[in-house]
């Protein structure tokens, strides 16, 4: 079982669009900040000190959404090991029934802070996630 990682988000007034729920980009908003604090959370401080990630892919499925106040809760995992400098992150949204809303599969890559360029991502990287 991978390391899962929950926050819970409530939809603002700016987080609304014309439609009367979260806006799409809002939910990408909020995919990209569970990587970030998952990262922050679990990764070791010499490799968050090393490293950052970058998206090279989004790939969302929104099956339903939420309105202005209500609450979403988010958990997020690392699916499977690293190929090369990419790895594989899930992001599930689900509402206070525990219904799925949206759910992403994002592909990240890991850059060396000090080279600016792509870094393979080691098993010793990854093991706290997994």
Avoid at 7 to 17: E, G, K, Q, W
Avoid at 42 to 68: C, K, L, P, Q, T
Avoid at 94 to 106: E, F, I, W, Y
């Amino acid at each position: 079982m991978p390391n899962t990682f929950t926050r819970t988000y409530v939809a603002l007034p700016a987080h609304i669009d014309e439609l009367g729920h979260v806006n799409n980009t809002v939910w990408v908003q909020w995919i990209q900040d569970m990587a970030t604090a998952h990262w922050d959370a679990v990764a070791r401080a010499e490799d968050r000190e090393a490293f950052f990630w970058v998206v090279v892919r989004h790939e969302i499925d929104y099956r339903g959404n939420v309105s202005e106040g209500e609450s979403v809760t988010a958990t997020t995992w690392i699916e499977g090991g690293a190929q090369g400098a990419k790895s594989l992150r899930r992001v599930e949204f689900t509402d206070s029934a525990g219904k799925r809303l949206v759910s992403a599969a994002t592909t990240w890559a890991m850059i060396d802070r000090a080279t600016g360029r792509l870094a393979r991502v080691r098993p010793e990287i990854l093991a706290a996630f997994l």
